[in-house]
């Protein structure tokens, strides 16, 4: 039921281009577009979701009732913060470097948007289906470090810098245990194809086999995004909004909202390496697969919001030390277990 | 065991998730005021005899009394209070004799104009002779008149003249 809905459109599209006597080349490279299109939307609209769902949830943990106000429950309170910011000005500051200033926020939103382009939304849905997806999405992930780097350097402020400062010492302290922990799964299944491990969890999920993998990737991956309780890169209340301070106006939106975006990948990550992707669980595929898929995300990406709202932001010592001497050893660890077990399971032949 | 206490954290905040939430939606829903809640003053002009120990009373000099003899009496012209002074003390409402001085629940005072914070509670002319001494002269008497004695009913319901309660 639904199942075909999204990739019989593509179908279509193909079938109708074909009809009006396009060359193949050509209607490959529309259909390409449109997926991609489709997928930049479906993002974006997300993103303007989740801004809502995190207000949601911290009013609901916090005994409120959160934003609504503005459209039928508050759900259009995104939309008009959107509008709001879209409005206002973007200030320069004197002295800033103008061009890296301003690039940084335009660029801010690729690396997640690169990174979803080989995302498989369902059962064949992926809008290209890289043999190299998971090595693609972890080298375009970690590009998001340089953008904010960039953002902080050239505001020209302290606590930008310092901000930029802690992004870096940040991110690659945790890249390492993230690509690591990926390691076990990928050792399981031989592939770097993220269609192919998805397949490879009809059995089990790698929640199950890899659990240790799981919460490293997790832990690492809030840690990528920035959130709490790892959020030192903004840390409202030590440095005003780490590489964000100067800017305003939809400058400031899009880094607030690439965050968003952020998140989504590592959820999406999550979904594809631990929770088996878009495979219906207990053979239940009463929903389509692209549902089940969703479903995991929202998942993930509930936990990330309600971790956010629990936990208190660590300090830079322990986040490091943390990084360093617990995670990267014990996702090599994790590693070297799988590799001995794999051997052995080899050796007796199960 | 180690990891414990994170788990007690989240556990605890899942928990908030489902509980009441405490927000009152101020225009739509109101909490009950209580019954001695300091709201708006509204004064009973029929019982003020205009004594003035409201205003001695008051600590910010918020209330202005002008009154008039009249007869053997004194009559109670105009009674302002500058509220924008005003810290709702009571001091006024507990020394009145009378019960004449109250507080409503009135709680939005709000002025767009600085001028039309000071709240008016009775602004009337001296009239020749007070009522109570020639009520034969009072039952006949002019259309004008009874409008003034309207004017006079809203004020005393704590409703000062042209304003939005």
Redesign the interface.
């Known amino acids: 039921m639904g199942e075909n809905i999204f990739t019989g459109i593509a179908e279509s599209l193909r079938a109708f281009l074909y009809g009006a006597g396009v060359p193949p080349l050509a209607s490959e490279l529309i259909v390409l577009i449109v997926k991609l299109l489709a997928v930049i939307i479906f993002v974006s609209l997300n993103v303007v979701w989740l801004v809502y769902m995190e207000r949601k ?1 911290a ?7 959160g934003p ?1 106000r503005v459209g039928p429950k508050g759900l259009l309170q995104t939309v008009a913060d959107v509008v709001k910011l879209l409005a206002k000005e973007i200030i320069i500051p004197r002295r800033v470097d103008k061009v890296v200033y301003l690039a940084a926020p335009i660029l801010v939103f690729v690396p997640p948007m690169l990174a979803f382009a080989v995302i498989p939304w369902g059962d064949g849905m992926a809008p290209i289906d890289l043999n190299i997806g998971v090595f693609y999405i972890l080298a375009v992930g970690s590009l998001s470090t340089i953008i904010f780097w960039m953002g902080g350097w050239s505001s020209n402020n302290k606590y930008s810098l310092v901000g930029g400062m802690r992004v870096v010492a940040q991110m690659v302290s945790y890249e390492l245990p993230l690509v690591l922990s990926l390691l076990g799964v990928i050792m399981l299944t031989g592939t770097l194809s993220i269609t192919e491990i998805v397949n490879a969890q009809r059995g089990t999920w790698f929640i199950f086999a890899q659990p240790l993998a799981f919460l490293i990737y997790f832990i690492a991956g809030v840690s990528e995004v920035n959130r709490v309780p790892f959020d030192l890169v903004e840390g409202e209340s030590e440095i005003i909004a780490g590489p964000y301070t100067e800017y305003s106006g939809m400058a400031y939106a899009m880094y607030m909202l690439a965050e968003y975006g952020n998140m989504m990948v590592i959820s999406c990550m999550c979904t594809i390496m631990f929770l088996g992707g878009w495979l219906a669980p207990f053979g239940w595929t009463f929903l389509p697969s692209w549902f089940w898929f969703f479903i995991k995300v929202y998942l993930m990406i509930f936990i990330f919001m ?2 956010r ?3 208190p932001r660590i300090r830079v010592d322990q986040l490091l030390g943390f990084g360093w001497k617990v995670l990267v050893p014990l996702s090599l660890a994790n590693i070297f277990v799988t590799g001995v077990g794999m051997y052995i399971y080899r050796a007796i032949g199960w | 065991m180690f990891g414990q206490g994170l788990l007690k954290g989240l556990a605890i905040t899942w928990k908030e998730l489902f509980t009441r939430k405490v927000t009152v939606q101020y225009p739509e829903e109101k909490i009950p005021l209580p019954e001695r809640y300091h709201g708006r003053f509204e004064l009973d002009v029929d019982k003020c005899i205009a004594c003035g120990l409201c205003a001695n009373a008051c600590p910010n000099k918020v209330i202005q009394i002008t009154r008039e003899k009249v007869g053997k009496k004194q009559y109670l012209t105009r009674y302002v209070m500058r509220i924008e002074y005003c810290m709702f003390c009571g001091f006024c409402v507990e020394s009145c004799n009378k019960g004449a001085l109250r507080f409503s629940h009135v709680i939005n005072m709000n002025q767009y104009f600085r001028d039309k914070v000071r709240l008016v509670l009775v602004d009337r002319p001296v009239p020749e002779v007070l009522p109570e001494e020639e009520p034969a002269k009072a039952a006949d008497g002019s259309p004008a008149e009874t409008r003034g004695k309207t004017a006079r009913a809203e004020v005393a319901a704590g409703k000062a003249p042209g304003k939005e309660g």
């Open positions: 949830i009013a609901y943990i916090q005994c409120r009732i609504n309600w971790i709202w629990t936990y």
